[in-house]
């Protein structure tokens, strides 16, 4: 009998990282796949890795999120392979995927943190990036590999040559309880002998202006650094060396670097000397070798990169000195700056989003004007670079970006033309899933506008803009996760977003109205009481219901289960806890179903409704907003039902979050 050859394989393998805890320990990788080409009907699987894992033949339909229990150990690195039997019959076996366990726990590593030596730390929005340098000494460079994480943000260096296309690494976090590690593969970078690795490391989010007040210092107030560079011995993969006490620190050619305010270089002070081996380092500096007390997890969102490079559609000279760039488009990112011009110019670039009636830039629109501060704060968003007059010299500025479509370009000597100008779109790396065109132009263009929103809007956390306060807005994200799955695979990126939103949420069930929480905008900050509003900490709820039906994966709805309970639960108590002032002094008594009439504590309503801007903050804080928040409260607990009927949870539970929705739902009608 003749045994017909295997079909096509299963395509577009992937693998996730899912099921940790809220500090993103016990991750377990997963994967997903596509059945082979023409194949409608999957009937078993089998997946198998190169280290020996295999299921055998699993009699199921499934072929989205299958856990692949292989991170038992650390430091354990196989390829993934999968076989499909569909009514097409059996497949041939996909093409692998690497699954690598990386480092799990504190005791897989020996490198120590260190941070730099700041005798005077500069205002914020002024303090520079720093060299922290050291030597490997390599006796085997088989299968090597760095695990890098850090207080601040980072770029590596292995010999001279830039490690990996990440930006902005590790990424924003809730500092205070973890951090991200990433692994790079340093084949071909690491050689036998004396390697000089270096990290150039500056404030990020840790230390940096963040949120509406542009507050600094607060996750901490000194920058810290951990790089282990692990290699194979017969096999086994084990540290060679690392960040300690041995590691040299001095300041570097970027003279400040903010997220907010802006980078300035003196490209005169590059020294590329500092990457060899025979470099003199006697004038710098000692590493201070830190005490860190924070988990150190693996990112489970895909990281931020440089993702698109735009030319300017014009370049137009305005004033004495000065050039309008116009890209075209608002992005997220920096402009390349290709021309510097002789020794000793000194270039200075401002970002915006609009031109005045004269066509030149302003940002007077953008700024910070709050009732809560004591005077406006300036946009901010401006990159400054002295040019060294070196031919081939280029300005990129990577530890900041922007809100923008226009760059005002100061102080160059010679005109500039398209060519010498590149818009860099910087933003997490998502996988884009889902596209649309019409007939009607004008329609498409309004999709593109909310593509492009959402663009300039996932740069490590969701954020409410790209320019102004760049927080991670629990309400807007509630808004629009629904939206943004159907565009890009968002999955793991609301993952890791909501750990740190669990994090963030107080002991009683209150989820803050951003995160990563800054301490400036926490609950015992000028304005805490803002916390805990209908409908911004309601993201907790609806955000992993919005996933599991656009995925099909549960276990972010297990992740989310405790925060979202004790959400539902903190809005029933305050909706029970009392009643509105306007509404006690117009009914003394209250009726029965106001015990679900969520008119207590504050929340932002309908906020920013056309046409209804709060002019008198007071106000509008005081203001009864009970009719959305009440509806919030019955849609989250009518929801939790759902999806603890999904998961199995006991029925009693369920029970109580159904007397609530429905008491809700009574006041709502």
């Given amino acids: 009998m003749t045994v017909p050859a295997p079909v096509h394989a299963p395509r577009s393998v992937r693998a996730e990282v899912l099921g940790g805890d809220r500090l993103g320990r016990g991750d377990r990788p997963a994967l997903s796949w596509w059945l082979p080409e023409g194949a409608a009907i999957q009937s078993a699987y089998r997946i198998a890795t190169s280290d020996g894992y295999d299921t055998g033949r699993v009699e199921s339909d499934v072929q989205s999120y299958v856990d692949v229990p292989v991170f038992d150990r650390a430091r354990r690195r196989t390829e993934a392979r999968v076989q499909v039997w569909t009514d097409l019959g059996e497949s041939a076996w996909s093409e692998p995927v690497v699954v690598d366990s990386g480092l799990l726990a504190e005791s897989d590593w020996t490198a120590q943190w260190i941070g730099v030596d700041e005798e005077e730390r500069a205002p914020k929005g002024s303090r520079p990036a720093y060299w922290v340098r050291g030597v490997v000494d390599a006796l085997s460079t088989d299968r090597p590999q760095a695990h890098v994480t850090a207080l601040g943000i980072y770029e590596l260096y292995v010999n001279g040559s830039r490690v990996g296309d990440i930006e902005l690494a590790p990424g924003y976090t809730q500092y205070r ?15 036998p002998g004396r390697n000089v690795v270096a990290v150039l490391l500056a404030d990020g989010w840790f230390r940096g202006q963040v949120g509406t007040p542009r507050a600094a210092d607060q996750f901490g107030t ?36 903010d997220l907010i305010g802006g980078q300035r270089d003196d490209r005169q002070l590059v020294d590329r000397r500092l990457h060899d081996d025979d470099f003199d380092v006697s004038a710098w500096s000692a590493a201070p070798v830190r005490d860190v007390d924070v988990a150190v997890v693996r990112a489970v969102a895909p990281p931020v990169r440089r993702t698109e490079e735009i030319r300017p559609v014009s370049v137009t000279r305005v004033g004495d000195d000065a050039t309008i760039v116009d890209l075209g488009q608002n992005i997220n990112g920096w402009v390349r700056l290709s021309r510097l011009g002789p020794d000793g110019t000194h270039v200075v670039l401002r970002h915006g989003e609009h031109l005045d009636a004269t066509g030149d830039l302003t ?77 009607d132009e004008r329609v498409n263009r309004l999709h593109e506008a909310v593509v492009w929103s959402l663009r300039g809007n996932m740069c490590a956390i969701p954020t409410d803009c790209p320019q102004r306060e760049r927080a991670g807005w629990t309400g807007d994200w ?152 009440t509806a919030y409260l019955h849609r989250s607990a009518a929801t939790m039902v759902r999806v603890g009927d999904l998961l199995g ?20 009608r």
């Fill in 177 to 191: 309880d973890r951090v991200q590690v990433q692994t790079y593969d340093l084949a071909g970078l690491l050689r």
């Fill in 222 to 257: 000194d920058l810290a650094v951990r790089v282990q560079i692990d290699a194979s011995d017969h096999g086994v993969a084990s540290p060679i060396g690392g960040t300690d006490a041995t590691w040299r620190t001095s300041t570097s050619h970027v003279l400040a670097a």
């Fill in 363 to 439: 940002t007077t629109h953008l700024d910070v004007n709050l009732p809560f501060l004591p005077e406006p704060l300036p946009l901010g968003q401006v990159d400054e670079v002295v040019s060294a007059g070196a031919a081939g010299d280029v300005f990129e500025p990577r530890f900041t970006t922007h809100g923008f479509r226009y760059v005002r370009i100061e102080g160059h000597a010679d005109p500039l033309t398209p060519a010498d100008v590149t818009g860099v779109v910087v933003h997490s790396d998502l996988r884009r899933t889902g596209w649309f065109e019409c007939s």
């Fill in 478 to 629: 509630q808004v629009f996760a629904p939206t943004a799955a159907y565009l890009y695979d968002v999955l793991g990126f609301t993952r890791s977003w909501l750990r740190d939103v669990a994090l963030d949420q107080r002991a009683d069930g209150c989820v803050a109205n951003m995160s990563p929480l800054p301490p400036a905008e926490g609950f015992g900050g000028p304005i805490g009481f803002l916390n805990g509003s209908a409908g911004w900490g309601d993201v907790v709820v609806s955000a992993p219901w919005n996933l599991y039906e656009a995925y099909g994966d549960p276990s972010l709805l297990r992740e989310t289960w405790g925060t979202a309970s004790a959400w539902v639960d903190f809005a029933a108590r305050s909706a029970a806890s009392g009643r509105h002032p306007e509404r006690e002094a117009a009914r003394p008594t209250p009726a029965a179903h106001e015990k679900f009439l969520w008119d207590m504590g504050f929340h932002w309503g309908e906020w920013l409704e056309p046409g209804n801007a709060p002019r008198d903050f007071p106000a509008f804080v005081a203001a009864d907003k009970s009719e959305v928040a």
């Fill in 649 to 668: 949870i006991a029925a009693e539970t369920l029970d109580h979050f159904r007397v609530i929705a429905e008491g809700a739902a009574e006041r709502c």
